[in-house]
């Protein structure tokens, strides 16, 4: 496994974007990119302390720098690459020209729509675990409905919601008993935009919902603040509700693979005594992402 270092990691950044033809303007801490109105920050591994925090992207300056930029109206979303992610994501890349406007159209309206029962009596839930643990961030996580997209032959896209609960919300005209859901995953092709893909596959979600009689229906999900602002959902008619702490990871210092406390342990249980102690694991950094910010539906 070949060490990087935090040295080298902006060099082969910039690198890559000279590779793809894109540009970029430097402004401090950040890289601008105005034709895609996106501010990228990258965040080295060897910035945070032992205790998780970043002084340089945690400071009231910076978050003053990016919230002037926002004002200015010229830059509406922000990324935060972290060098972790660049060095272990092996579709960060893709992911990332994707964002900068190299990427594969596919149009939602053109492909073929597998709903949840679809995806159960053509025993396709494995398939689409595999597919979220590929191209998924966080891989995939335990859910209850599926639904995917198909292009020709090939997934494209792919959503999973969780179990109903029942949810009691003060509104207008008194309380209302929502049947409340978590959109917990969605991710496409990291080359490929599906345009519509998001929308269609919560359609298709709400109308099986409908079609059961579940009403009042209320679908919660949360955008992750290292890659985005979250403006798909505000496009899908979901209303921005709170803020969601940063969650603390151990970084691998070799692979650079990103594992939580709960994961380490797995792999390692004798690193439960230092951790209880609060002390840094040898051979890992700990850092904490940028949390993320919680979306709200509701429909009658």
Same mark, same amino acid.
């Given at each position: 496994?070949?060490?990087?270092?935090?040295?080298?990691?902006?060099?082969?950044?910039?690198?890559?974007?000279?590779?793809?033809?894109?540009?970029?303007?430097?402004?401090?801490?950040?890289?601008?990119?105005?034709?895609?109105?996106?501010?990228?920050?990258?965040?080295?591994?060897?910035?945070?302390?032992?205790?998780?925090?970043?002084?340089?992207?945690?400071?009231?300056?910076?978050?003053?720098?990016?919230?002037?930029?926002?004002?200015?109206?010229?830059?509406?979303?922000?990324?935060?690459?972290?060098?972790?992610?660049?060095?272990?994501?092996?579709?960060?890349?893709?992911?990332?020209?994707?964002?900068?406007?190299?990427?594969?159209?596919?149009?939602?309206?053109?492909?073929?729509?597998?709903?949840?029962?679809?995806?159960?009596?053509?025993?396709?839930?494995?398939?689409?675990?595999?597919?979220?643990?590929?191209?998924?961030?966080?891989?995939?996580?335990?859910?209850?409905?599926?639904?995917?997209?198909?292009?020709?032959?090939?997934?494209?896209?792919?959503?999973?919601?969780? +179990? *109903? $609960?029942?949810?009691? !919300?003060?509104?207008?005209?008194?309380? /209302?008993?929502?049947? &409340?859901? =978590?959109?917990?995953?969605?991710?496409?092709?990291?080359?490929?935009?599906?345009?519509?893909?998001?929308?269609?596959?919560?359609?298709?979600?709400?109308?099986?919902?409908?079609?059961?009689?579940?009403?009042?229906?209320?679908?919660?999900?949360?955008?992750?603040?290292?890659?985005?602002?979250?403006?798909?959902?505000?496009?899908?008619? +979901? *209303? $921005?509700?709170?803020? !969601?702490?940063?969650?603390?990871?151990? /970084?691998?210092?070799? &692979?650079? =693979?990103?594992?939580?406390?709960?994961?380490?342990?797995?792999?390692?249980?004798?690193?439960?005594?230092?951790?209880?102690?609060?002390?840094?694991?040898?051979?890992?950094?700990?850092?904490?992402?940028?949390?993320?910010?919680?979306?709200?539906?509701?429909?009658?």
């Amino acid at each position: 496994m070949t060490l990087h270092s935090s040295g080298n990691f902006k060099r082969e950044f910039l690198l890559f974007l000279r590779q793809n033809g894109l540009r970029c303007m430097e402004s401090g801490e950040l890289l601008l990119f105005p034709d895609y109105r996106l501010a990228v920050t990258l965040v080295c591994m060897d910035e945070f302390g032992t205790d998780g925090k970043n002084p340089k992207i945690d400071s009231p300056e910076f978050a003053a720098v990016l919230e002037n930029l926002a004002a200015s109206g010229g830059y509406d979303d922000f990324m935060y690459l972290y060098e972790d992610r660049w060095f272990h994501d092996r579709w960060i890349r893709e992911r990332i020209l994707a964002r900068l406007g190299r990427f594969r159209p596919v149009f939602a309206r053109k492909c073929r729509l597998l709903s949840n029962s679809r995806i159960i009596s053509e025993g396709k839930s494995g398939e689409l675990q595999d597919f979220l643990e590929k191209y998924h961030s966080y891989g995939s996580a335990r859910c209850k409905y599926r639904y995917a997209l198909e292009y020709g032959e090939t997934t494209v896209a792919a959503a999973t919601f969780s +179990f *109903g $609960r029942k949810i009691v !919300r003060q509104g207008a005209n008194g309380e /209302v008993e929502y049947n &409340s859901y =978590e959109w917990i995953r969605y991710a496409s092709l990291p080359d490929c935009r599906v345009i519509g893909g998001m929308g269609r596959l919560l359609k298709a979600f709400v109308t099986d919902l409908q079609s059961e009689g579940v009403h009042p229906i209320e679908i919660m999900s949360y955008s992750d603040n290292e890659w985005s602002r979250g403006a798909v959902y505000s496009s899908l008619g +979901f *209303g $921005r509700v709170s803020e !969601r702490v940063a969650v603390e990871y151990y /970084v691998d210092r070799e &692979s650079f =693979e990103r594992v939580s406390e709960r994961k380490l342990l797995k792999k390692k249980p004798s690193l439960e005594g230092s951790l209880i102690l609060g002390d840094l694991p040898p051979g890992y950094f700990k850092i904490r992402n940028r949390g993320s910010t919680k979306y709200l539906l509701q429909l009658a």
